[in-house]
């Protein structure tokens, strides 16, 4: 997600600088992009890489089976940051908050009743986070996106465990059903929109949904892989039970069982409240995969 905001920055002629803990951006960076490492789950570091920010964009995760002892005080600690520097603070966000919504379509407007530990750990940060807008002590946006794919994009359910098997002629991995309408949302779209609400005063302070195009199913997006590279698709499926059974050896694996209602129901995001207040629509699915496909086929 960093990596896509600040192409989109460098694009606009903005002066931008990427931060991570080795100070190495996985890709050639454009002219006047400069990096530093820098470890923000120190509050002292965090500042220092905030110092001269007039916005600051929040593409921070870690992993998930570190989410209850990290994600707390990363984000709290980019929070300070900006509250200290008076820079924007644009949130890159997900919809775990929402919880298990038995199928009924995702819009910013619906209660955040997640029963899970990460929708619990996610509804809490945002709460903070908009807490702080409110209280006029930071200048807050929060943008939210579905399951992510695209170029940079590898762990996730469109990733390196889908994608790069069916480029060299493998079977992809799909989870759970994969004939239920999911919304997967373009990373350079999630990237666009967060760029679009720190340009406008009063997008902050809301949480907004990355524009999506339409829903398809995780068997319709990997067909379009399968098309796109010349292979018959193939698939295997990793059921609650396999995921239960792979969890036991590695955690983060045991981490997305609790998600997984994302995948055994219907997952539809309505993005229509960004598209009409920035006349933005999501990326056509098809390019989507066109684009994703040239990614991984030069850097798998």
Same mark, same amino acid.
Request: aromatic share 8%; no cysteine; glycine share 8%.
């Given at each position: 997600m960093g990596i896509h905001v600040m192409q989109n920055l460098s694009a606009r002629g903005e002066r931008v600088q990427m931060v991570n803990r080795s100070g190495?951006?996985?890709?050639?960076?454009?002219?006047? @992009?400069?990096?530093?490492?820098?470890?923000?789950?120190?509050l002292e570091s965090a500042h220092n890489a905030a110092n001269g920010a007039t916005h600051i964009y929040n593409c921070v995760n870690a992993p998930y089976d570190k989410w209850d002892t990290l994600?707390?005080? #990363?984000?709290? =600690?980019? #929070?300070?940051?900006?509250? &200290?520097t008076n820079a924007k603070l644009i949130? !890159?966000?997900?919809?775990?908050?929402?919880?298990?919504? =038995?199928g009924a379509v995702i819009h910013?407007? #619906? %209660?955040?009743?997640?029963?899970? &530990?990460?929708?619990?750990?996610?509804?809490?940060i945002s709460a903070q986070m908009l807490a702080a807008h409110r209280a006029g002590t930071a200048? @807050?946006?929060?943008?939210?996106?579905?399951?992510?794919?695209?170029p940079f994009v590898t762990n996730a359910v469109m990733g390196e465990r889908a994608i790069a098997p069916a480029i060299q002629g493998k079977a992809a991995q799909l989870v759970g059903n994969p004939d239920l309408p999911h919304t997967n949302t373009f990373i350079g779209d999630m990237a666009k929109a967060m760029v679009l609400v720190g340009e406008r005063?009063?997008?902050? !302070?809301? @949480?907004?949904?990355? %524009?999506?195009?339409?829903?398809l199913t995780q068997r319709q997006i990997i067909n379009r892989v399968f098309t796109e590279v010349g292979h018959k698709p193939r698939y295997t499926i990793a059921t609650k039970l396999i995921l239960q059974g792979l969890g036991i050896f590695m955690p983060p694996v045991r981490e997305v069982v609790e998600m997984l209602y994302q995948f055994e129901?219907?997952?539809? @995001?309505?993005?229509s409240k960004f598209e009409r207040a920035f006349g933005v629509k999501g990326t056509p699915m098809d390019e989507v995969v066109r684009q994703t496909v040239a990614w991984y086929k030069h850097n798998l």
């Open positions: 190495k951006a996985p890709t050639t960076l454009p002219a006047g @992009v400069s990096e530093i490492a820098a470890d923000v789950a120190n994600m707390q005080p #990363l984000f709290a =600690n980019i #929070l300070a940051a900006a509250t &200290k949130v !890159g966000d997900n919809l775990y908050m929402y919880g298990d919504t =038995n910013e407007d #619906l %209660p955040e009743k997640a029963s899970t &530990k990460k929708g619990k750990i996610r509804a809490q200048r @807050v946006g929060i943008v939210r996106g579905a399951d992510f794919i695209g005063d009063d997008a902050l !302070g809301q @949480v907004w949904f990355a %524009p999506n195009d339409t829903a129901k219907p997952f539809v @995001v309505d993005s």
